[in-house]
């Protein structure tokens, strides 16, 4: 009997190291590994006892993200499928919570205080549309060229959380979620006439949107990215250091821990939006470069895993969570050497933050689940 229960543990082992995909967990770790070099530089300027606090803090997130990682895989996603929609369900609820008891901080009201972690309701309902928009479209018999029909009901999924996110405010977060949406539709294949309209009317809007929905603070980032110098010490005071930061850094970098501008605090929001700017500073050009690569990989690691899919659920989920990965990526490093305004976007697997690294590990979670399966003996 003991021969036979060690032969199938055994057994499962191996089935276990030939099916997970260990490249994709490798990948990840060494953005971990950078990720957290990076804090501890970040957060070891001038105001040590306060900031040193952060990176126990976030080994503490990594240990509970890789172990929301290993369980997701091993947890068959259709599984998470039949749970998409309460998943969405409790993701708005807490959303519409944030609205009436949630914590504001910097004039924003986007966190619930859990007591011993704040909880931001919009990073994982991300995650929840992607879960919700692949389930829909799975369920379709013909996802050539989605018609407006097709459309209607995954644009009213998208625009409730847009619309709860910008009221807190936050309309960069609320512009990702538009954005991972609208890359899963793209990504499926929309009428080219409808695309056409979208555009035109999105165009139009603009005008309608910056005299009307936008707040002032939201105006003068957008001024402020045009031209920086119009508010030095006040609105472009973090597009002007953080691009300090990345020019100083030159090829190699000043060193580990010898970067002035983080240093001695002169750039902002070191540890969680400007990590980017603590890495080129740091690290240089090369250590920018090898890690932009690594998110390269990352993408084209996980799409080759969509296209080995056991079914269109999976491979619709991989495609939403690297959509989530790539803008995140897009708008943090675009904002950081002055291509993009300034938006509270972190950067995935390096920034600081419980919310985001958990969600980020959780959809990653379920990129490894799909691939785990996608052997059927």
């Known amino acids: 009997m003991r021969r036979s229960a060690l032969g199938s543990m055994q057994v499962q082992e191996r089935t276990f190291f030939k099916r997970f995909d260990i490249n994709l967990a490798l990948l990840i770790f ?8 990076n804090l501890y530089s970040a957060t070891h300027g001038v105001n040590v006892t306060h900031t040193s606090r ?24 259709n599984i998470i499928r039949r749970l998409s929609y309460v998943f969405y369900g409790a993701n708005i609820a807490a959303m519409l919570a944030v609205m009436f008891v949630g914590k504001k901080f910097y004039g924003a009201q986007r966190w619930l205080d859990l007591g011993f972690f704040r909880y931001q309701p919009s990073e994982t309902m991300k995650l929840a549309i992607i879960l919700v928009l692949a389930h829909i479209f799975a369920n379709k018999k013909n996802l050539r060229e989605l018609g407006l029909k097709d459309m209607l009901y995954p644009a009213i999924i998208t625009a409730i959380p847009f619309v709860l996110t910008v009221k ?12 991972i949406a609208s890359s899963m539709i793209i ?33 003068n980032r957008v001024l402020t990215f045009l031209d920086p110098g119009r508010d030095p010490r006040g609105t472009g005071y973090n597009s002007i250091q953080s691009k300090i930061a990345v020019g100083s850094g030159k090829l190699l970098g ?3 821990l010898k970067g002035t501008q983080s240093q001695l605090e002169f750039l902002p929001e070191r540890h969680t939006d400007f990590i980017f700017s603590v890495l080129s500073e ?25 296209t080995q899919a056991k079914d269109r659920y999976g491979a619709l989920v991989i495609v939403g969570v ?56």
């Open 54 to 77: 952060l990176f126990s803090q976030q080994i503490f997130w990594l240990i509970a993200g890789w172990t929301v990682y290993f369980v997701t895989t091993l947890i068959d996603y």
């Open 187 to 219: 990504f499926i294949g929309i009428k080219r006439s409808i695309l056409i309209s979208a555009i035109l009317a999105a165009l139009i809007a603009s005008p309608i949107v910056w005299n009307f929905g936008m707040k002032e603070y939201q105006k």
């Open 168 to 179: 807190q405010p936050d309309l960069g977060t609320g512009l990702l979620l538009v954005a």
């Open 322 to 377: 690297m959509s989530y990965l790539f803008w995140h990526v897009f708008v943090n490093i675009g904002m950081v050497i002055g291509l993009l305004p300034i938006v509270g976007v972190p950067l995935p697997l390096l920034s600081y933050g419980g919310s985001s690294l958990l969600s980020t590990m959780f959809g990653l979670g379920l990129c490894s689940s799909v691939a785990y399966r996608r052997y059927l003996f």
């Open 282 to 306: 740091e690290h240089g050009f090369i250590g920018s470069i090898t890690t932009f690569v690594l998110f390269i990989i990352l993408f084209f690691m996980g799409l080759k895993n969509a």
């Open 254 to 256: 000043k060193g580990f």
């Open 30 to 37: 060494s953005l971990n590994v950078i990720g957290l070099i």
